[in-house]
């Protein structure tokens, strides 16, 4: 099985999945983890003939395989790669195979890297599911081979099964999957199974067809949005122009006097339109009057709250990692070099808006969602509404896009829905919906982060120290998750990519300032290292600059500790043509960074464009991420990290005036443009370790790698994002 998660030797993760253990221990009582593959009867019979060897696979006598996903499929392709790793095993035809979300039940669908929890995140879903997925396929193929046998009166040695076909060539006997279940589903189900060589894989590191991409082509794919159900109603909730203000008063006559407006609710984070149509909650929301008391709300903006950053810079913070001596190295050193960062809040802004359907009856509550924290939205929910877990029935749909936002530890959405629904006739199902600028102004965003770095290099330009500073605001501080995540008052997540820094200098120190800000934030896609990748990359380059030497060999000579990130940093310069030269007014940068485990390096050719802005023409991206699943899937994730992270650095920026979000929008909070999209070229390495996560390491180094590349045009560097900001040397 995957390895346990106290022996995974990163710190900062190890950290982070025990806390999502320990914190979700709470919302979880009569859920039962065992920590590997669930426990079942001995028999796996259903009534209508399939078989159902365990919580995975479904065999159905009209020989569709289908597999039931404990992970939310959000656009990163994990319905795709987790039906891959059963069929393989199995030996099925990839045409029969089926996919279907998994209930929310704990003890049965927990994600083996968090513990007793069932969610999607940290790039976890294939790593945390690899072995047992292929425990699950195999189990099954062998049931099948035991009916097989048991029915032809034959050994089950010589029998083979290719692409969903169970044959036995001396009898001349064949049977297709479906022909079996019924048989197959009597049989005890066997403890031990023995598993293929990844030597005979035929569809495991092929790219196979998603299973998606028909239904999100013809429109069936169900989303939240699409669900309809008799009697139901729709709100939306009107929240306060600043954070932590609450409702003073509420003149609700205005709203109802609009057509369609059945209710008004005021519900904790707000005051909740319902009525029978979206367009009619909406106009309804526009005519309530609400007085807000703001006393105890953020009513700070941006600049006041990086001002503050900068001063606390000035002065040493938690240490979060200490080599050697720092301080004195940088007293000896030949030349010395500082430099400072400042990077925004940014906003999720998911094409999917935060939505939900929630039906609250005598029998409990039925909750229709793209949900990502199953087992916490359970124990939220429940919570809201009074129940045990059990009692809260979660149908997983999929979801257009999320980027970490629909995995909050307070279950924001669904018990606003939760609340709403309370409030009206017992058992009428209510959808929530967030519009675009609520999604925007409604908080949970990556932490605005000030950075200072100073590092000492040698006569000979060798580093021999580096001091990095971290100030911003904790993501898990105030969540269930503090206990354990945070150590001697350093959040893992805000440091990770800077605490682990790779380059091999013999002095090395990192501390963190923690800053209490009323601003709500979360995890972004690929955390910390959305901030650390871009200053750590950046800096290094300005080191190399000093010393007078190429990016690229200068942080090869420093990875000789680290043979996968040096592997993906030669094969991305490799492949780009790192070196040759390029014409008037086109420069190269490059960065290489580890994220969730999956190495990844990326070389971005620029343009400068006359009005100084910068046109990305190319990225040329390599990835290790262990034993490659789906190359296509792994492809599509490295372009789509690129162009999520690419609009981040040159667009992204929330700020506040007096405490009230500017932006509201795509028009003003910027994405990148499919125009924009560069050319991407990606290669994987070749690897025979385990599968890790590609749905994140993809976003950290794009923005660095364009940075580096602006310098080698302009000899200017980026230091404040996004890049439409500042451009200062």
């Known amino acids: 099985m ?44 259903a009534a209508d003939g399939t078989l159902a060897a365990n919580a995975f696979v479904r065999i159905g006598t009209d020989n569709t395989v289908t597999v039931l996903s404990k992970h939310l499929e959000m656009g990163q392709g994990v319905y795709t790669g987790l039906a891959t790793i059963v069929a393989e095993e199995l030996d099925a035809d990839w045409a029969q195979i089926r996919v ?73 006997r064949s049977a297709t999957f479906g022909d079996l279940a019924g048989k197959a589903a009597g049989l005890p189900v066997p403890v031990d199974v023995t598993l293929k060589d990844p030597g005979r894989f035929t569809l495991v590191g092929t790219s196979v067809p998603r299973v998606d991409a028909k239904s999100k082509t013809d429109g069936t794919a169900q989303f939240a949005l699409d669900v309809r159900l008799p009697g139901m109603l729709t709100a939306v909730v009107a929240r306060p122009p600043v954070f932590g203000a609450r409702v003073k008063s509420v003149d609700a006559a205005p709203a109802k006097a609009v057509k369609g407006v059945v209710e008004v609710v005021q519900v904790p984070s707000g005051v909740a339109v319902v009525a029978t149509n979206f367009w009619a909650a909406a106009k309804g929301r526009e005519a309530l009057n609400v007085q807000w008391d703001d006393a105890g709300a953020e009513t700070r903006g941006t600049a006041e709250i990086m001002s503050e950053y900068k001063a606390l810079a000035e002065k040493p913070g938690m240490p979060a990692r200490s080599q050697g001596d720092t ?28 939505d939900c359907v929630v039906r609250l009856d005598g029998n409990g509550c039925e909750i229709w969602a793209g949900d990502q924290f199953q087992t916490i939205d359970q124990g939220n929910a429940a919570a809201a509404a009074g129940l045990k877990p059990d009692q809260v029935r979660i149908h997983t749909l999929m979801a257009g ?61 060798r580093p021999v120290a580096w001091q990095h500073r971290i100030v911003g605001q904790s993501i898990i501080g105030g969540t269930p998750f503090e206990s354990v995540m945070v150590k001697d008052g350093v959040d893992g997540t805000s440091v990770e ?31 910390g290292s959305t901030h650390t990748a871009y200053s750590t990359e950046v800096f290094i380059d300005e080191l190399a600059h000093a010393a007078g030497k190429d990016p690229v060999e200068f942080r090869r000579a420093l990875l000789s500790h680290h043979p996968r990130h040096k592997a993906v940093l030669e094969l991305a310069a490799e492949k780009a043509g790192w070196g040759t030269k390029l014409p008037e007014g086109k420069a190269r940068g490059v960065a290489v960074h580890e994220s969730f485990s999956t190495f990844v390096a990326q070389v971005a050719e620029i343009t400068m464009q006359p009005d100084g802005s910068v046109k990305v023409d190319r990225v040329v991206c390599a990835v290790d991420c262990g034993r490659a699943i789906n190359p296509d899937v792994i492809r599509a994730q490295m372009e789509g990290g690129i162009g999520f992270g690419l609009g981040g650095v040159l667009y992204g920026e929330v700020t506040l005036d007096k405490g009230e979000v500017l932006q509201s929008n795509f028009h003003d909070y910027r994405v990148l443009r499919i125009e924009e999209m560069p050319k991407v070229e990606v290669h994987i390495v070749p690897s025979t370790e385990a599968p890790t996560g590609v749905g994140e390491p993809g976003v950290p180094p794009i923005g660095p790698a364009v940075a580096n590349a602006v310098f080698a045009a302009t000899g200017r560097r980026v230091r404040s994002l996004p890049f439409t900001r500042d451009q200062s040397v």
């Open 2 to 45: 995957l390895k346990n998660f106290a022996k995974d030797p990163r710190p900062s993760r190890r950290r982070f999945l025990q806390g999502s253990a320990a914190a979700a221990a709470g919302l979880t009582v009569g859920f039962r983890w065992n920590g590997g593959m669930p426990k079942f009867a001995s028999a796996a019979y």
């Open 327 to 354: 301080a004195k190295a940088l007293a000896g050193a030949a030349k010395t070099i500082t430099a400072a960062f400042e990077f925004p809040y940014l906003a999720h802004a998911p094409m999917e808006p935060l």
């Open 497 to 527: 990519g800077a605490a682990n820094l790779p380059y091999d200098i013999p002095n090395l120190a990192v501390d963190l300032h923690t800053t209490k800000v009323g601003v709500p934030v979360l995890w972004w896609r690929a955390v």
């Open 100 to 172: 279907e979300s998994a209930p929310a039940d704990a003890s049965l669908y927990n994600n083996l890297q968090f513990g007793p929890v069932q969610g999607t995140g940290g790039s976890s879903s294939i790593a945390n599911s690899y072995d047992q997925l292929r425990k699950a396929g195999a189990t099954a193929r062998a049931m099948l081979v035991e009916a097989a046998a048991k029915d032809w009166v034959v050994d089950r040695a010589g029998i083979t099964v290719e692409k969903g076909v169970v044959s036995h060539a001396t009898s001349g």
């Open 401 to 461: 896009g999320s980027f970490g936002r629909r995995a909050n530890t307070v279950s924001d959405y669904i018990v606003e829905a939760i609340h709403v629904a309370k409030a009206l006739d017992r058992g009428t199902p209510v959808k929530l919906v967030w519009t675009r600028e609520d999604d925007i102004r409604g908080g949970r965003y990556r932490p605005m982060y000030y950075h200072t770095l100073t590092a000492g290099l040698d006569v000979q330009g």
